[in-house]
Every structure is written in C-alpha cells, then in structure tokens.
C-alpha cells in the first residue's frame, strides 16, 4: 500500500554520496541551514577513496593540490607525507574533514538510493532506499562522483573462474593473498598501471592482459621535506586563489608556442624537462597545439613510445605497449611508478589482446585465441561506466514522470553539467557536460557545491522553492560543449571519455573542454544574471 507524500519535506535536501563531493556540499548546506542527508552506499564515508583501495592506489595530482581550499586553517593543520598521497592517506585526510566539521551524524552508511521520484502535486523529492526506507526533500543533490560503478570485460566465462576475482575498486578491505599465486589482471588503465609493479612483486607469475596501450608517464613520488610543506603552507592563500582561478585546477604556467615552431632539439629538450617533472599535466602543457592539432600531437606521442623503447628490454614487448591508434592525451595519461620496467622481470607476461583475443574465462585461467593462460587470482582493471553511470543507475523520475535515463537514451542533456530540464531542484556535482575529470577534481568539486549552495539560498532569501533548466538553455550548452570539444582531437579517439568503453552507451564528448577558468566565469554569469536560462517559481 502507497504511503501518501506529506506537503512539507522530511528534510530541506537529500545527498546520493559521501565522497569529497558529498562531504562538501553537506558542509555548505549545514552552514545554510538546511536540515540534510546524506545516502551512502558503502559502509564508510570517501567515495572513490573509500573503494578504491587496491595496490598502489594514489591520486595523480599531488598531494597539497589535491584537497580542499575552501578551509585556511585545514590547510594549516593537515600535513601531507608524499608528492602524491596514496588511499589510505586520502582517506584518513576524508575522515579527519568529516569529523572536524561535524558531518558524520548527518550521514546513512551502507544505503543504496535505489530510486528518486519528482512529486509534481508539491514540488517534492520522494527518495528511497535499498533499506525500504521514504524520505521527502526539497531538493536533491546527486554528488555520486564520476568513477563509481565498475565495468567489468565482455567476455564469457567469468563465473567460471575457480579462484577469487576482484574488481580493482572494490578491493577487500583486508587485501587479497598475491604470495607465491598466478595472478592475471585485465586492464591497462589507470588503475592497472598503478597495481601491476606492485603485484609483481608478491605473485609467483603475472599476466597483463592489454586491450590498448597507455601513455604513462613517471611520477617520480617520494616523500615531501619539512621545507617544502612549509613553503606551500606559508603560500597556500595565494595558491589557492590561484587554482580557483587556474584553467584546470591546478597552478602552471601556460604555453605560448606551437610544437611545430620549434626544432626537433629544442622540443626534445622541451619534453625532458616535462617528463622529469613528474606531473601528469606537464608534457600536455609543454605547447599550445598538442590537443588540437595532430602533427603536434605526434611530436610528444613519439617522445614516450622512445621512452617505452628505451626502458623495456624486449622490443616486441616494447612495441605492445607503446601506443599508436589515438593520439597522446585524449585518454587520459597515467602515472606510474614502475610500470614499463615490471614487464622486464622474467615472471611477467604481456599479451597483447589487439593480436590475442580473450576468446573465454575458464575455471582454470584466461582462454585467448592462441592458447590458455592459467591463474589462481583473477583481477578485473576494467575501469567504470563514467560520467553517467552513477547517474543512470538510479531510477531517477522528473516531470511527466520521464526518467533521467530515458532522457539521457542518446546521451546526457545537461545545463553545465549541473541541472537537467524536466528535474526541478535536482542538482549534478561535476555532472557530464561540465570540466569535471579534465580537472583537478577537489576544485571543480567545490566550484560546483558553491554555486548549487548559493543557488539554493537565492531561491530561499526570495521565497522560491523551485529551478530547473529550460529546454533552449539546455540545448544551448549541449551543443556548445560539442563545439568546443570539436576543436580538439579528444572526440575522435575511443575512451570511457567518449563512453565507448560500454557497449550501447550513446558516444559523446562527456566533459567541457573549454577551461576550467572559462566554465566558472559562465557559472557566474548565470547566478548574476537571475538564473538565466533556468525557470524559478
């Protein structure tokens, strides 16, 4: 029997997400007053750093980068060990914001939003659980991060296996015995680029499975001086507000000249120095063109395939691994801490899956089309259905009771990437169609819940309760991002950017490409002109 829905909400707002996202935006709406929960699927509070819990998970920006600005005296009082932090210190990091500003009794662990519903008689959000619990809200905020739900290889088989099979973000929490066993991990992204030295180094034999070859790049991480920590603390007022400001998130200074101005000696030198600095974002920076032009792009595509060459000692094994089909950049680099020299130890095997094909999973091992590859331990570097899969994966109903997912059939409609036409007050943290994963993700994050925050207390201070998108300004940005993504040569290479990593997912260009600086001044445009391109009752 239906429970009838009651014409003033439970709470003022519900969160889908405890992560970074999550966290923030509860912050922000407990310092405006609202009464909020927070739904969290895991049984702990961090997102994508409470999942991702397998060998060698770090992040790729470093460490005093890659945390919140939004805090002086945080940044003051928490003290980073490494160039780049690894899971547990993410974590830690996580939970020690949680319990400084008082959010955890506002959050409900292990509950899974299974279905949100737009009541069109109230304007209200009737949410519910997996735990069959109905709760009310005014406003909705999906903070369910971009890299949540796993994807696993479309090959027959896997249940097959006889030995344990782990999905690389959703790890045990207690960790899986490597010792003295045959491991096969499948992927070569991010993920298996940082898990793939650190499980040689326990498994008795390796075997990579390689579908397409990354551009991975060191990252020399070490731990960071007493000096250097305080040399950022004492400038972190600066920094920050140069982030904020920054084109990615992240503080660099930008190029001025096209790669095919220079000779060949002065870009190599050019690309030395980037490759030595250990950030991801330096041999992109290095010109202005190697995003948008293909010839340029090849010049620094060529340097990484001559490092490939010069560190891996087999040159058939070499060749696998050096990227050809798309260009440098337009799927994400990695960076890594050995990756290329594992592939020299005599217990590490790669098969190249453009040439092999895995035909099956058996009880036993891998099954390619050339012969069976036996393994006790099997782990899945898949990746994630990004960007939407989140998204989609609750049954979220709007206006006419049309569902998000049947909306978003041919691929996400957004405007900026934070509002959907049709779904009144539902609000999407780095939702598709906003810089999101092109970022430094801590400050797109924040960008994102202050403009929702204050939205939702301009709504309030003029007794409003209510703002969706319009159809045209949706559109409008729709397009827009397509145009500017054209412009690049992003769109035409086959990535989880695109959606291509899921069979019948619409392809599409699922990020702003257009800056970071350029989006947030937009987002401002709009909150100063009204809301414009929204409708408000």
């Known amino acids: 029997m239906s429970q009838s829905v009651p014409s003033a909400p439970q709470v003022d707002a519900v969160i889908v997400g405890a992560g970074a996202a999550g966290l923030y935006q509860l912050h922000r709406f407990r310092q405006l007053g609202l009464s909020t929960r927070v739904f969290e699927a895991g049984d702990d509070i961090g997102g994508t750093w409470y999942w991702n819990r397998y060998p060698g998970a770090r992040c790729d920006i470093e460490s005093m980068t890659y945390s919140y600005t939004f805090c002086p005296e945080l940044d003051q009082e928490w003290v980073w060990s490494e160039k780049y932090a690894t899971q547990p210190e993410i974590l830690r990091y996580l939970h020690h914001v949680a319990d400084r500003f008082g959010l955890r009794p506002h959050i409900t662990l292990s509950t899974r939003v299974l279905r949100a519903v737009h009541q069109e008689d109230d304007g209200l959000w009737e949410i519910t659980t ?9 406003f909705l905020v999906m903070a369910s991060g971009c890299a949540t739900v796993p994807k696993e290889p479309e090959v027959p088989g896997l249940a097959e296996f006889a030995g344990p099979v782990h999905h690389t973000s959703r790890w045990p929490r207690d960790g899986v015995e490597l010792a003295g066993r045959r491991v096969a991990v499948i992927g070569t992204g991010a993920s298996g680029v940082q898990c793939v030295p650190l499980i040689a180094r326990q498994a008795a034999a390796l075997t990579v499975f390689q579908r397409t070859p990354v551009y991975a790049l060191p990252a020399l991480n070490r731990p960071l001086t007493g000096a250097e920590v305080t040399a950022r603390k004492d400038d972190y007022p600066a920094f920050r507000a140069a982030q904020r400001a920054s084109k990615g998130g992240s503080v660099f200074t930008m190029p001025t000249r096209s790669a095919l101005e220079t000779d060949e000696r002065e ?77 020299n130890e005599p217990h590490v095997t790669l098969v190249d899956l453009r040439r ?52 978003w059939g041919a691929g996400p409609l957004t405007y900026l990437g934070l509002l959907s036409a049709g779904f009144p007050n539902l609000f999407t943290v780095t939702g598709p169609l906003s810089p999101s994963v092109l970022t430094n993700m801590m400050v797109s994050i924040e960008q994102h819940v202050e403009w929702i925050t204050d939205c939702v207390a301009y709504l309030r201070e003029r007794g409003l309760t209510s703002i969706e998108a319009t159809p045209e300004a949706e559109r409008d940005w729709v397009e827009h991002t397509a ?13 989880w950017y695109t959606g291509a990593n899921v069979p019948g997912k619409p392809r599409g260009f699922l990020a702003y490409t257009g800056g970071a600086d350029v989006y947030r001044a937009r987002c401002d445009a709009v909150a100063a002109g009204g809301y414009e391109g929204c409708v408000l009752r």
């Open 130 to 138: 997996d735990t069959g619990e109905r709760v009310t809200a005014r």
């Open 267 to 343: 870009r190599t030198a050019a690309y030395e120095h980037a490759w030595n600095q250990g950030v991801l974002s330096a041999l992109l920076r290095s010109y202005t063109d190697l995003l948008v032009d293909v010839d340029a792009n090849e010049t620094a595509a060529e340097f990484v395939r001559g490092k490939i060459r010069a560190t891996v000692s087999d040159p058939v094994v070499a060749e696998a691994l050096s990227p050809r089909s798309y260009p440098f950049g337009t799927k994400r680099p990695c960076l890594d801490s050995g990756y290329y020299e594992t592939f």
């Open 356 to 407: 092999d094909p895995i035909e099956e999973i058996t009880a036993k091992g891998v099954r390619t089309a050339g012969q069976e590859y036996p393994a006790d331990v099997l782990v899945l570097a898949t990746g994630f259905d990004s960007m939407t899969g989140a998204l989609t994966g609750v049954d979220i109903v709007g206006r006419g009771g049309v569902t998000l997912r049947e909306r």
């Open 483 to 495: 145009g500017t993504a054209a412009r690049t040569l992003y769109p035409a290479t086959d990535s």
